[in-house]
């Protein structure tokens, strides 16, 4: 299982940027993917997970109604479209995944730890 992330960048306040990841070496037919962050001195953060099963998503507050995510399964590439982007939102951003569908897309984005694949992260940086 690879995962690649990509698609970081410098952004002013109010901008939006457009997170892709790669996938190879399992089935977009049954998997919960996500988009973490962390920030330096936090902890790891779930912001986005999608389960392919039910199609379920959630997202904590602090980024509802600003960040979406979605996958392109012929793709292999799930994506994390983020708008209305705060300086508070600065931090390196993971893609990570599990296979299966036991704990849910809520769970998992809450309980990093129990995400199996993650890919290296990606830089997000928001100026004021």
């Known amino acids: 299982v690879q995962l690649q992330a990509s698609g970081g960048g410098l952004v002013q306040a109010g901008g939006s940027l457009r997170l892709s990841c790669a996938a190879s070496?399992?089935?977009?037919?049954?998997?919960?993917i996500g988009w973490f962050r962390q920030a330096p001195g936090k902890e790891r953060e779930g912001v986005a997970c999608?389960?392919?099963?039910?199609?379920?998503?959630y997202y904590p507050d602090s980024v509802k109604g600003r960040f979406t995510i979605f996958s392109v399964s012929a793709r292999r590439t799930a994506y994390l479209q983020m708008n209305s982007l705060k300086p508070e939102d600065t931090a390196v951003y993971y893609c990570?995944?599990?296979?299966?569908?036991?704990?849910?897309?809520?769970?998992?984005?809450?309980?990093?730890?129990?995400?199996?694949?993650w890919g290296k992260g990606t830089q997000v940086t928001v100026s004021s």
């Open positions: 999608f389960s392919s099963d039910d199609s379920s998503t």
């Open positions: 990570a995944a599990r296979i299966g569908n036991r704990y849910g897309s809520r769970w998992l984005c809450a309980n990093y730890r129990g995400m199996q694949h």
């Open positions: 070496g399992f089935s977009f037919d049954d998997v919960v």
